[in-house]
């Protein structure tokens, strides 16, 4: 499993999300797409799908909006971290 080979910090978790979601980060400006993956991405599925570890989301009403089932877990990831992966494929296609 892939949770027993990572070191997560105790106000940390790790969520699978589609990598089509990536795409959405475009309504806020941020546009590429993972050629690479490095932290927050711990891991990517053999589906292309990633695994992603961030701070745990346990504000109540937050996770309310989320309408999440409760088997369930959500992440804060900072964009600059999610920005960086993109931008170096970015850089990456810019440099070819």
Not at 9 to 28: G, Q, W
Not at 36 to 53: K, M, S
Not at 72 to 78: A, L, S
Request: aromatic share 4%; hydrophobic share 45%.
């Amino acid at each position: 499993m892939i949770l027993s080979k990572l070191d997560i910090p105790e106000d940390e978790t790790c969520v699978e999300i589609y990598a089509r979601l990536l795409a959405h980060l475009s309504d806020n400006g941020v546009t590429g797409v993972v050629t690479t993956w490095a932290p927050p991405i711990v891991h990517v599925l053999e589906n292309g799908d990633f695994v992603v570890q961030g701070e745990r989301v346990t504000d109540p009403k937050v996770r309310a909006q989320m309408a999440m089932p409760d088997n369930e877990d959500c992440v804060e990831v900072p964009m600059e971290a999610l920005r960086a992966l993109l931008e170096e494929a970015d850089h990456e296609a810019d440099d070819a």
